[in-house]
């Protein structure tokens, strides 16, 4: 082999070389749920330690992260039940809860028709009469069959959730009355054939 | 002394020329085929995973919305993929005894968490954020297309560099109201509900294209 073939073999390497590295398009850091080789168990992520409060998760206050006062559920918002409150509570109600409770409640979503065990209906007397903190402490601890969504749903969301459950059950006995005189006529309208 | 070059030759020559120029084009050409062919894209081509998961089925089937399961998509730069937990909320009581699902109930059962093969991944020198994308109206569709018709998932897009600044370039006509970010169906092009959007989210199309908007 002569010195001129070897050279263009080196350089056709270096080029391969070149194009093939890609150290800036898989850097030394983890990206969110990269495994990793450094701890036992192959995650990247870390769990919180025993005992410990991570920063900003500290739920000092009771009312708001549990529905509770001394151990109690109590039928009292937090905060002031305003309309764009209640409009969240329905968006969140429709992503978290409607699969298995139903748009309205009535324990009929579409998991529920291929085979979960039907939930309550919010209508039954005894969810009339329970208190905003018990739906609060349902979705932050679960409820018999029904798991936790406190890693899903956000505390102040929550609450908004539990104020719309008030407005589907208020809502199942509402009169046409007590609609307000401009919204009257539209839905009248809606239920004409 | 015979001929060196015999007569043939001065046809060869500006033959030659015209070949160098053909295989150049036709190598030019051929590397476009080969980069933005599904083999070298991945466009198209569904990625197994331990649980064949559909997202035909889930989505289109039972109605779920995507942020059941991918919860930090409005709010953080990363969508996030569901933890075991998500699952079990519907599995631990229907086609509990699957075996489909045992990968699932294991996970659950020992804490160790299920690894899904990634489909889409930047390199690591691209910034990505999710949050803007959906807070300013740009839909699931737009990038990720008909995620409601795939049993298993794939990329619809190149996510090339070319792709992104397409986009950049003219969001207008990606952009869609709040209330229709997650619904899957494709954005019509209507220049004046674009302007419309444009402007009520205050987006300014001119710095998009920066090189330090992408590569920070």
Redesign the interface.
Known sequence: MNVGTATLCLAALAVCCVACR?D????A?H???D?SSFFP???SARRLPAHTVARGQLQEDELFYTGHIDGKAVDLFPMPVTREMIERGQQRF???CA?CHGRTGQGNG??VR????APPSYDLDRLRAAPAGHFVEVITNGYG???SYA??VEPADRWAIAAYIRVLQISRTAALKDAPPDERAKLQQEVAP | MPQLFQRYTNTLAPASIVAVFIALSAAVWGMHAIIFSPYATEVGQPVSQVVPFSHQHHVSG????C??CH?GVETSA?A??P?T??C???H???WRDAPMLEPVRQSWATG??L??NRVHNL???VYFDHSIHIQKGVGCISCHGHVDRMPLMAKSETLYMRWCLDCHKAPEVHLRPANEVFVMKETVPDEKRGAALLRAEEIDKTHLQDCSVCHR
């Open positions: 890609r800036m398009g898989h850097q850091y990206r969110p749920l495994k168990d192959g995650m429709d992503i978290y699969v579409m998991v291929r085979g979960f065990p069959l029904m798991y890693s899903r | 039972l109605g779920i919305d942020r059941y919860t990363f996030g993929l933890a937990e998500t079990m909320t519907c631990s009581q229907i160790q968490p690894h899904w390199p690591d020198y």
